[in-house]
């Protein structure tokens, strides 16, 4: 006990200084692996981490619109920007609708998705390991 302090006195007690728990951080790796997990069991999961709309021209279909789904963190790590316009897939032309359906059957089996995408009028190969 201190002299001059009145302990019964609770606002003016000395008080324990709060105990920190240490905080660990995490990289966001196991996230990730859960999220490409997903979609290999389920392709159609991708549409929940990149959304997709149809870019048109002239002269038809160009391929597809790509932005963030409603959970962003596969499209970040992959290196896409908002705008980017999807061409193809492990090798398959976006422009054509008959692929779609082979597209979708294919990455349950892939171990990486190769995306092309247009972005400013150039075209970048994206490799998404899986």
């Known amino acids: 006990m201190l002299a001059g302090v009145d302990y019964n006195d609770r606002e003016r007690a000395p008080q324990p200084a709060p105990v920190r728990e240490p905080v660990e951080q995490d990289s966001g790796e196991g996230d990730l692996s859960t999220v490409k997990a997903e979609i290999m069991n389920n392709p159609q999961a991708l549409l929940k981490y990149i959304t997709l709309s149809q870019e048109r021209n002239d002269e038809g279909l160009v391929g597809y619109r790509i932005g963030p789904g409603s959970d962003n963190r596969l ?23 008959a692929e779609m359906n082979r597209i979708w059957q294919s990455l349950s089996d892939a171990s990486e998705i190769s995306l092309t995408v247009q972005r400013d009028g150039q075209l970048h190969d994206i490799y998404i390991g899986l």
């Open 75 to 97: 499209f970040q790590e992959a290196g896409l920007q908002e705008g980017d316009i999807a061409v193809s897939i492990n090798g398959a032309d976006l422009a054509n609708p």
